[in-house]
T-cell receptor
Framework: QQQVKQSPQSLIVQKGGIPIINCAYE??????FPWYQQFPGKGPALLIA?????SEKKEGRFTISFNKSAKQFSLHIMDSQPGDSATYFC???????????FGGGTRVLVKP | NAGVTQTPKFQVLKTGQSMTLQCAQD?????MSWYRQDPGMGLRLIHY???????DQGEVPNGYNVSRSTTEDFPLRLLSAAPSQTSVYFC???????????FGSGTRLTVV
């Protein structure tokens, strides 16, 4: 049973476009929702995270939107650049934060 | 450099062999975890630890053992390797007051 479902599996956009990645969760006890960025041959790196008491969070060109009632959250990459080409994972955890549950990942390719 | 160090980076095992994947962190983090990454399935939690001497099972613990004798080290043991354990393994850590996990660069394991 996959508790965090992520879509799409892959995405191709032109430079300057806005890739959007969506995630849905089932466990209402989740209250911390991070996004990780992973480049080939590297480990995932924390990109941005949100708690359910806010509906949107921005850090640079990355924005998380959160819809608590729908149990969905999404990542938008504004003014995307070729250097943003990577695999992105959404994740969720409970307050204790000991266990992260990851989505299946989205491979994003930004063409020059 | 501070961070999470995993060794080896690559390993090929024969079915039935045992081995230990090493993980060390120098950030004095209490929480440490082991994940495996398989295509299309994101990262799945194998075992985790909330401090020295304390470990617990994650989502996919079968075939793996862990121990945490020191804060710094969290080795993962494969008892009798099987082809289904072919994967990329990541170790991660975080401090008690933080939420973002720091990941190592991974160990790519192939079981033939």
């Amino acid at each position: 049973q996959q508790q965090v479902k992520q879509s799409p599996q892959s995405l191709i956009v032109q430079k300057g476009g806005i890739p959007i990645i969506n995630c849905a969760y089932e466990n209402t006890a989740f209250d911390y929702f991070p996004w990780y960025q992973q480049f080939p041959g590297k480990g995932p790196a924390l990109l941005i995270a949100i708690r359910p008491d806010v509906s949107e969070k921005k850090e640079g060109r990355f924005t998380i939107s959160f819809n608590k009632s729908a149990k969905q959250f999404s990542l938008h990459i504004m003014d995307s650049q070729p250097g943003d080409s990577a695999t992105y994972f959404c994740a969720a955890s409970t307050a204790a934060g000991n266990k992260l549950t990851f989505g299946g990942g989205t491979r994003v390719l930004v063409k020059p | 450099n501070a961070g999470v160090t995993q060794t080896p980076k690559f390993q090929v095992l024969k079915t039935g062999q045992s081995m230990t994947l090493q993980c060390a962190q120098d950030m004095n983090h209490e929480y440490m975890s082991w994940y495996r990454q398989d295509p299309g399935m994101g990262l799945r939690l194998i075992h985790y630890s909330v401090g020295a001497g304390i470990t617990d099972q994650g989502e996919v613990p079968n075939g793996y053992n862990v121990s945490r004798s020191t804060t710094e080290d969290f080795p993962l043991r494969l008892l009798s390797a099987a082809p289904s354990q072919t994967s990329v393994y990541f170790c991660a850590s975080r401090g008690r007051d933080g939420y973002g996990y720091t990941f190592g660069s991974g160990t790519r394991l192939t079981v033939v």
